[in-house]
Nanobody
Framework: QVQLVESGGGPAQAGGSRRLSCDAS????????AAWFRQAPGKEREIVAY????????YYTDVVKGRFTISTDNRRNTVYLQMNSLKPEDTAVYYC????????????????????WGQGTQVIVST
């Protein structure tokens, strides 16, 4: 039994910051990697950030590199996405996801690599 619930979305101004949270049940992130995806209006869902099951590897899409940071709490029950220097192009619905196969050593970059998803939280960045 796994449930992922995102929170922290809402309006933001360009140049500002927000932190998204993903609360997990079922201890899924003890063995499975976590990722944040986003989907802008009229666009396909794309990966934003990834953290391996043991936290030893992270991945960020180029357009957020240096601005966004993925992290977990000590119990790995919550996954965070810290977003700094926000741009209007960051406007999207953001989704937390758990990777399908545990103990992977390379990041899954496709939506098909994940089988548990949150409901999404919307971020709107205005100038």
């Amino acid at each position: 039994q796994v449930q992922l619930v995102e929170s922290g979305g809402g309006p933001a101004q360009a140049g500002g910051s927000r932190r998204l949270s993903c609360d997990a049940s079922g201890h899924i992130f003890a063995n499975n990697a976590a990722a944040w995806f986003r989907q802008a209006p009229g666009k396909e869902r794309e990966i934003v950030a990834y953290s391996s099951w043991n936290g030893m590897r992270t991945y960020y899409t180029d357009v957020v590199k240096g601005r966004f940071t993925i992290s977990t709490d000590n119990r790995r029950n919550t996954v965070y996405l810290q977003m700094n220097s926000l741009k209007p192009e960051d406007t999207a619905v953001y989704y937390c996801a758990a990777e399908r196969v545990p103990f992977q050593t390379t990041p899954g970059l496709s939506t098909s690599d994940y089988n548990y998803w949150g409901q999404g939280t919307q971020v709107i960045v205005s100038t």
